[in-house]
């Protein structure tokens, strides 16, 4: 099946736009080209659009990212999205800047705002598009977890995770026409 959904994970407000945490939100804010709109029953920006030839929510949740499930959950159940054709774009600590990978399920390795969509779904297995931001640990930085994502990235991270947003953003016209494998071969085989 085709992914029918993508949802951009970040906080709302313009105290958070700059920050790592936002990495979700900057694809999705490249994908909609400035067409979302405010949804108050979904409590999120929202644009439905057309790729690869299929109509494709864009969703990005303006609650907190711990609660980001109230949106995903209200959007997915009233317009019958299954959890299968859900991506969730969002921050990796795991993977460095300029990488990003696409996986389908697992757990929410510490990620509040997958936390929450995996509740609100009541299933972990939906398709996840990591963005990598590194951790400030590979940095070297004695700065807690929480601080490091709700900074800006250094420049030359800013450019790199950039970078992996746009090799992304090639990738997804084959998730929304079903070719998991073949997206995965090319974003994963241009992965530093």
């Given at each position: 099946?085709p ?8 906080n709302p ?6 920050t790592r ?15 979302l709109v405010?949804e108050?029953k979904?409590?999120?920006l929202?644009a ?5 030839g ?5 969703l ?5 990212m711990?609660?980001s ?8 159940r ?6 299968d ?6 921050d990796?600590l ?10 389908k399920?697992g757990?929410?390795g510490?990620?509040?705002g ?9 299933t972990q297995?939906y398709?996840r ?9 590979t940095?070297n ?5 929480v ?6 990235p ?12 746009e090799?992304?953003?090639?990738v ?5 026409d ?10 994963h085989s241009?992965?530093?």
């Amino acid at each position: 099946m085709p992914i029918r959904l993508i949802v951009g994970l970040g906080n709302p407000g313009p105290e958070y736009e700059q920050t790592r945490h936002n990495a979700g939100f900057w694809l999705v804010d490249n994908l909609a080209g400035g067409r979302l709109v405010r949804e108050s029953k979904y409590n999120a920006l929202a644009a439905k659009t057309s790729i690869a030839g299929q109509e494709v929510w864009l969703l990005e949740p303006q609650t907190y990212m711990n609660r980001s499930g109230q949106s995903v959950g209200a959007l997915a159940r009233f317009y019958k999205i299954a959890p299968d054709d859900i991506l969730v774009v969002h921050d990796e600590l795991d993977l460095q800047p300029g990488v990003a990978k696409i996986k389908k399920g697992g757990s929410s390795g510490g990620h509040n705002g997958l936390k929450d969509i995996t509740a609100a779904l009541g299933t972990q297995d939906y398709w996840r598009l990591r963005i990598g931001i590194g951790h400030p640990r590979t940095a070297n930085l004695q700065q807690p977890v929480v601080d490091f994502v709700l900074h800006r990235p250094r420049k030359e991270e800013q450019v790199l995770i950039n970078d992996a947003i746009e090799k992304s953003l090639d990738v997804i016209p084959m998730l929304c026409d079903g070719r998991f494998e073949a997206a995965m071969m090319k974003l994963h085989s241009t992965a530093k």
